[in-house]
């Protein structure tokens, strides 16, 4: 019989063993739950695209949120869906003060006062061109400076709703810092900045633009989102996120992007957080729906996989049920 010395099944051979040498495990700790919400009373409706998401009213929000919470949550991202008067090629409804978004905001922390909240600073739910970014009606391109003014308000009026964390997902140049500086001067030098770092124009974000009715209506998001064909280039944009005081970094999407998270995580000190985005969560959802994937195996695989590419924090529309399994395990 032939003498093995390297047996590397032998760390294998037991669940206690597999256990005891796992190199990555996920925690409650990890997760945001994104969540979609809308103007109305006593409105719960499912996402067609999105099977089990739904788009809530703002005091079902907040049961909503109270359950997360009784799960062990700790974080939740908001995403408003607009109503279309309200949408304007300037996107001024962005910050005003008693918009929906900052309503959600202020009800929530009042509701929920340790659960932090991130808002999203990006103008497409506002802009009635579709855009994260104010467009010039003459050449149609998307305006880079102008629009981080406007980014800038909107930071500013999610901050003083009382926002834990700013998401700029906006990929316009400079806006990390212009946002930063005009928190620190406004006085709100404990509000994170969790920037969009690498954000590719990618097509699984179907689903999420269905939630939120906010696809451009003309031309696309080439021009700000990444090519997804490039890598080093996510490198830089953390360079300039980095010097310009994002406290948290992120990549989205997570799932095609296991490569760039891992970049990211070398080259960063800062925390890293991945995005499981609504065409990943659509597919999983879909396949699990038909029989052909064990769905919430594979909901475990690929959050572990975020894991174990080196992202700290995950983003997910599995959050809650993830949540559910481990409290439950």
Request: charged share 25%; net charge negative; with cysteine.
């Amino acid at each position: 019989m032939q003498i093995i010395s390297k047996r590397a099944r032998r760390l294998r051979h037991s669940e206690a063993m597999r256990s005891l040498v796992q190199e990555n495990s996920l925690s409650v700790n990890d997760l945001i739950m994104p969540l979609f919400f809308k103007a109305g009373k006593n409105i719960k409706e499912e996402i067609s695209s999105m099977p089990q998401q739904y788009r809530y009213s703002v005091e079902l929000l907040v049961d909503k949120v109270k359950e997360l919470e009784d799960l062990g949550l700790k974080a939740v991202s908001l995403f408003p869906c607009v109503e279309e008067n309200l949408k304007t090629s300037d996107a001024k409804e962005a910050f005003n003060p008693e918009s929906l978004n900052q309503k959600a905001i202020r009800a929530l922390k009042e509701a929920c006062p340790d659960i932090l909240v991130m808002s999203d600073v990006a103008l497409d739910p506002y802009n009635s061109d579709g855009h994260d970014g104010l467009v010039d009606k003459v050449s149609g391109e998307i305006l880079n400076d102008e629009t981080v003014e406007v980014l800038v308000k909107m930071a500013l009026a999610q901050a003083q709703a009382g926002s834990d964390i700013i998401g700029p997902s906006d990929m316009m140049d400079g806006r990390v810092g212009m946002i930063r500086k005009a928190l620190e001067k406004n006085g709100y030098k404990n509000t994170s900045i969790m920037a969009y770092t690498a954000k590719y124009a990618s097509s699984f974000y179907g689903p999420f633009r269905d939630a939120l009715d906010s696809a451009p209506k003309a031309g696309d998001k080439k021009t700000y989102q990444m090519n997804y064909a490039n890598s080093t280039e996510a490198l830089k944009e953390l360079e300039m996120d980095i010097n310009e005081g994002a406290d948290i970094v992120m990549v989205k999407p997570g799932l095609s992007f296991l490569d760039i998270i891992y970049r990211v995580k070398q080259a960063s000190t800062l925390p890293v957080a991945a995005y499981n985005v609504s065409g990943e969560y659509a597919m999983i959802m879909a396949a699990s729906e038909k029989g052909y994937i064990d769905g919430e195996k594979v909901m475990i695989e690929t959050l572990t996989s975020f894991k174990r590419a080196g992202a700290d924090i995950i983003l997910s529309y599995f959050s809650e049920r993830m949540a559910s399994l481990l409290k439950n395990s």
